[in-house]
């Protein structure tokens, strides 16, 4: 081994030492020093340029609008610091589609016309699946900001890492203990009916039956459908609480056909926030909500106890109080996903810095910095909360939200922990050769 990749690996396990990454807390105290530029004579270098595969249009477009914007913030937030190593951080856009075909060819556009240093930011998990075999062909990092299983269960590749946003199933046993301990145990499923939606499926049903529940009826959707109240009378009348996740550009026509099919005498509803991602819960029709709990990867509605770093974070990405942009009241966030963007992109720095990035030629370093990182605190770089990285699943656990509907708005009533949602590995990544 040459003198100069001992080196490398050396820095990644330095990392790993200093508490890796508790919060990136020397990224972060960089960051916090006013007019600090690092890059100095770095700015006229080549900068570092990530592939944002964004999901500009298709049933994706809402998330992807919003994290084209908190995408945009974070970087603007590293080249504020200083960059990435002394080098200014670029973004380079195209768009998906929400289409795992057209996927596959964004990612061999950015490696191939682009040049780019990596690839970022996806998030439909069928877009993953489709996209992850180019990325491990043309042997270039996969940062993706999806939710699906599909990275921790092995079955991509090394160069696909979920290091900023948790996973199903760790999110659904999280939430299991509180809904069979505070709603009720036996649960319909109604889920979108492709991978993320099977995820939803495959995993909550061992996990409530670990709290003494059952899922008493499985209602899949197809992720295109417009109408929905065929699909209501599937859910047995013996149902305690109806778990529901949908995504796309119907989910607020979802919801009101939910509403009006069981109007208040219906069974208890525990929502994803997916079903509500990008609408306003004040919308009419959706009164009905009041009272009924969701699950939230991060906070849509501005908490009275929420910490300094997590308001100056909602300042950056543009959001109000009740979740929707500064800039315009109507246009609700995608806050419970979005976050992962920021997070995500933060790692990428870290790692980068780990490994010494110069090029192309140390890709495989920064996969291995990646891996080698474990505790994440709360924190600048961090605002949806403390994480626990697994180097061998390239998959990060986190603290998760549930909140209850209260006037119009969404309250957290309670915060999982990691270890509610932790589980055994079932893959090893590092074991993969390059």
């Known amino acids: 081994m040459s003198e100069d990749r001992i080196l490398k690996l050396d820095r990644r396990n330095g990392l790993s030492r200093r508490t890796t990454l508790k919060g990136l807390g020397a990224a ?75 996927g596959a060819e964004v990612v061999e556009k950015f490696a191939n016309q682009h040049k780019v240093d990596l690839v970022y930011g996806t998030l439909f998990s069928h877009v993953v699946v489709g996209s992850a075999p180019a990325a491990g062909e043309l042997k270039i990092p996969y940062y993706v900001v999806s939710e699906g299983y599909h990275v921790a269960s092995g079955k991509l590749n090394r160069y696909c890492v979920q290091p900023g946003i948790t996973d199903v199933k760790a999110q659904v046993r999280s939430v299991a203990p509180w809904i069979a301990g505070n709603l009720g145990k036996k649960v319909t499923l109604v889920y979108p009916d492709y991978a993320f939606g099977h995820d939803h499926r495959d995993f909550f049903e061992p996990a409530i039956k670990a709290q003494g529940g059952e899922v008493v009826a499985k209602v899949p959707i197809p992720p295109t459908e417009t109408s929905f109240t065929r699909y209501f009378p599937q859910i047995p009348s013996d149902t305690d609480v109806i778990y529901h996740v949908m995504v796309g550009p119907a989910v607020l026509t979802f919801v009101k056909e939910l509403g009006e099919f069981f109007g208040s005498g219906g069974p208890q509803l525990f929502g994803f926030i997916d079903s509500l991602e990008a609408v306003d819960i004040k919308s009419p029709g959706l009164e009905f909500l009041e009272g009924s709990h969701f699950w939230e990867g991060m906070p849509r509605y501005a908490q009275p106890d929420q910490p300094d770093y997590v308001t100056a974070y909602r300042e950056a990405v543009g959001i109000d109080e009740n979740g929707a942009s500064t800039g315009d009241a109507k246009d609700i966030s995608t806050a419970a996903h979005m976050f992962g963007c920021w997070e995500t992109l933060n790692i990428i720095k870290a790692s980068m810095e780990a490994c010494g990035y110069r090029g192309p030629e140390d890709r495989a370093a920064m996969i291995e910095a990646t891996e080698a990182m474990t505790e994440m605190e709360a924190g600048p770089d961090h605002p949806q909360g403390k994480k626990l990285f697994n180097g061998k699943t390239h998959q990060v656990f986190g603290e998760q939200s549930i909140s209850q509907v209260s006037d119009g708005k969404l309250k957290v009533v309670h915060r999982t922990s990691i270890e509610d949602g932790s589980y055994e590995p079932e893959a090893d990544y590092t074991t993969m050769s390059f």
């Open 28 to 102: 972060a105290g960089l960051i916090a020093a006013p007019g600090f530029v690092r890059y100095g004579q770095a700015q006229s270098s080549a900068p570092i340029k990530i592939g944002f595969q964004c999901h500009r249009t298709g049933i994706g477009a809402a998330y992807g609008r919003w994290y084209e914007r908190v995408t945009a913030a974070a970087a603007k937030r590293i080249n504020d610091a200083g960059g990435i190593n002394g080098r200014p951080l670029e973004i380079v856009i195209e768009d998906d589609g929400t289409d795992p075909k057209r």
